[in-house]
């Protein structure tokens, strides 16, 4: 209900199939980006127009780690043939679409219509006006995105998210009062990379031999806290 909500009340414009695979009913399984539903529910049922974007390498990913295709052409021809308009990667190449148009895995026209998608949003959200005469451009990151009252909702948001797998003995939360040392163990104990993952923006905390310091990624233009 959720993500029907999303499409038929909230008017979303745009998806993005995961890594992941499905399979419905013991029937054949495929990976999300060249899934059948992709048409069956989100254009079909739910009369979904807008575009559809593959995750982050997640066509590559059906090549190299699922081997569901056995190269990058038949992978993106499952993908369009499903009804993904653009890939985050490098599986929509023009030499790959190409080779995928020669082998008849896909047809030239098919691009057409996503091309209609991916436009039509750049030109609803004033891509293709002039520079600075839109209403997004008067966005600034510092004031309307990395403020105080977004980064206390993220830390609240961040805070409720965490699942407690098992609290034996009911041992948490710990009583500051008589905890005198934690052991943080593992490689991934001091890992910023693990900390923040693959989307983390532009400021976090910093692992655990820095914990006074910020880590600030060099391409965002924010002042450090």
Known sequence: PAFDAAITEAGAGS??????G????GGEGHPMCSHPILKTE???R???SGYICSDGGALGFAVDEQHAYKDAAHAAAAAINAGVDINSGNTF???VLQSAINQSLISASQLDPMLRRL???RAALGLLDPFGSTPFAKLS????VDNAEHRAVARKLATRGIVLLKNRDHRLPLAKASLKKVAVLGPNADSKGALVGSYAGCIVAAPINNRSQW???PDCNLVTP
């Open 15 to 20: 998806l993005m199939c995961a890594y992941s």
């Open 22 to 25: 499905l399979r419905i009913d």
């Open 42 to 44: 989100l254009r079909q």
């Open 46 to 48: 739910l009369n979904f």
């Open 93 to 95: 190449e023009p030499a």
């Open 119 to 121: 436009f039509a949003k």
């Open 141 to 144: 990151v510092a004031k309307d």
């Open 215 to 217: 880590h600030v990624n």
